[in-house]
């Protein structure tokens, strides 16, 4: 039981002797700063997900290619693998579930059903949460009937498993969003919600992230990575379009504002965690919806489309 957190505690301190600096708005990644000259700059950045490591940095630098080496000869590793590679197969690993056909739509399915249900809505969360945004309301809807599965629930998801592997190959894709300062990048946030879209009228509400070139901010046709995404049942009941409209919008305000704190850090400032408003003005965030009437309202109290 201890293992997951022992582990952590390990790579942690392996890190720390490598060089690397943890950030304090992400305890799972860490960036490497060259203190030699008259300023401080990072030269490299790292993350981890489990087992799964992600490096970056500039590799001639003699410091970053010893903190890169100090955590090789820390572990017994597969291969690493460097600009392209295939991060893995995934979506040709999900099998559908199987249950007789014949059955009514409205059936209450067995436990051994439900068992295979949470499997396989698990396995296809895991491929939404890392690569497959374009899942993830079906995903969300599909989650939200695991407390009394039907029949029709096992029908829908096996219609989910065969999408997301004839999509197998469609992934997400990253180019360089080019201006000289880091700083620069524009971080926008795409908000939707749908009232009463799902079993027992719950709504649904949804958020996009992305990075983007600062041109955007004048209607440039800017390129975007993709940072964060989600899809899902907001936390109160919503009596309203704008009531489901607000909460997507809230919790996509939150965010973005870590993904701004994190990008601060990554970029060598240093964010106070108890005031982080104080340098969050250094990076432009951007909230974007599709609801007039919430526009409307924000417009007449304080300024929060650009904050």
């Known amino acids: 039981m201890n293992a997951p957190s022992q582990w952590h505690v390990s790579v942690s301190k392996t890190m720390l002797e490598a060089g690397f600096e943890v950030l304090q708005t992400d305890s799972c990644a860490w960036r490497l700063v060259d203190r030699s000259g008259s300023k401080p700059v990072v030269i490299g950045l790292a993350c981890a997900h489990v087992d799964d490591f992600l490096f970056a940095g500039e590799s001639s630098h003699p410091t970053y290619q010893r903190a890169v080496q100090h955590v090789y000869d820390a572990y017994q590793w597969s291969n690493w693998e460097a600009d392209t590679y295939m991060h893995c197969e995934y979506c040709a690993q999900i099998q559908p579930i199987m249950f007789d056909r014949n059955r009514s739509d409205k059936e209450s399915v067995t436990p051994e059903e439900h068992q295979q249900l949470r499997a396989v809505l698990g396995a296809a ?183």
Request: aromatic share 8%; net charge neutral; glycine share 8%.
């Open 125 to 307: 969360q895991w491929r939404v949460y890392q690569s497959g945004p374009i899942h993830g309301a079906r995903l969300s809807m599909l989650q939200s009937q695991l407390v009394s599965p039907t029949i029709q629930t096992l029908k829908e998801t096996n219609k989910l498993v065969r999408e997301m592997y004839a999509q197998r190959h469609v992934g997400l894709r990253y180019e360089p969003v080019e201006h000289e300062d880091p700083l620069d990048t524009v971080f926008v946030a795409w908000t939707d919600a749908a009232m009463g879209n799902r079993k027992g009228f719950a709504s649904s509400g949804g958020y996009f992230i992305g990075a983007c070139d600062p041109r955007i901010l004048d209607g440039t046709a800017s390129k975007v990575c993709p940072i964060s995404w989600n899809s899902g049942r907001p936390p109160r009941v919503a009596r309203s379009s704008l009531s489901a409209e607000v909460q997507a919008f809230s919790i996509a305000k939150e965010e973005l504002m870590m993904v701004r704190m994190e990008w601060l850090e990554m970029c060598g400032e240093t964010v106070p965690i108890h005031n982080p408003v104080s340098v969050l003005p250094l990076v432009k965030g951007v909230l974007v919806t599709d609801a007039r009437s919430l526009f409307d309202v924000i417009q007449k109290g304080p300024g929060m489309a650009v904050v």
